[in-house]
């Protein structure tokens, strides 16, 4: 399994400063970290480290190769509880990344549900929303498919963040061969759940893994908030059992996994060497 890093390393930077900042720490792969559909004013103007669905995918391919990065997955974050809009990322959006990720030869499409921002997903029952989610994944999941690309569902909702919603996702989609699972070990802690109890359950399915560790002044936040964007702290400083889930994953044919943390350079060397102690590699 080699390690990764999620492009966000510098703040307001382009999609190629920041591999230039993770070629010098040492990276070979990173995430397609945002994705956008159409253009983006920020990302045009190199404040934003964005990739439009909507490029030549072979242009984001040779870029990245210019740093002698590989292209771990693609990043296609939706809103899968609240109703569809034309501006809200959702089925369509994810369907662009797929084909994407399948013209520049990427395995692994990330998606989740997020948390519902309007009323009306607000009202929504756990098996309503669950239903939805699924719903708006039945034809991308097909899609990919078809391309030979796998939708991989991360932990980062209400639903996902629990084994019992996302073995609902799974049976509500046949367990089709092209849904798999990104096991995020940060949310899947701050949502409530035993993230290596996810990772036994979900063996077979998990495909790629978001490592994050939190510390204790994450506690009052567990299980009602569902998601953050990274750790602020170094792998194997925090609460999390990172090397339980190391344990149930290190025989698994997983061959990316992404650091997700902020920092200094002092915060990924050693979230590398920690994970290096583990038998993950770069």
Known sequence: MRIGVFLLIKPFASVEEQLKAAQAMGFKAADITDTNAGGSMLGTAGFSPTVSIDDN????KRLFEKYGMSIATICAHGNLIDPPKP???GTHEIMRAVQMAAAIGVKDVITTESEAVTE???KLTTEQATL???EK???PVRLAHDYGVRVLIENHGPITDTPEGLKKIFDLLDNHPALGMNLDTGNSWL??????EIAKMFK???HHIHWKDLGEDW???RGKQFGCGFSTIAMGEGIIDIKGICDVLKDTDIEFSTLEIVGGPENFAKSVKYLNSLGVGL
């Open 137 to 139: 994944l039945y034809e």
């Open 219 to 221: 506690l009052p936040k």
């Open 57 to 60: 995918p072979f242009d984001v």
């Open 87 to 89: 501006s809200r990322y």
């Open 191 to 196: 949502g409530g759940s035993d993230p290596v």
């Open 204 to 206: 077979d399915k998990i």
């Open 120 to 122: 009306w997903g607000e």
């Open 132 to 134: 939805l989610i699924a």
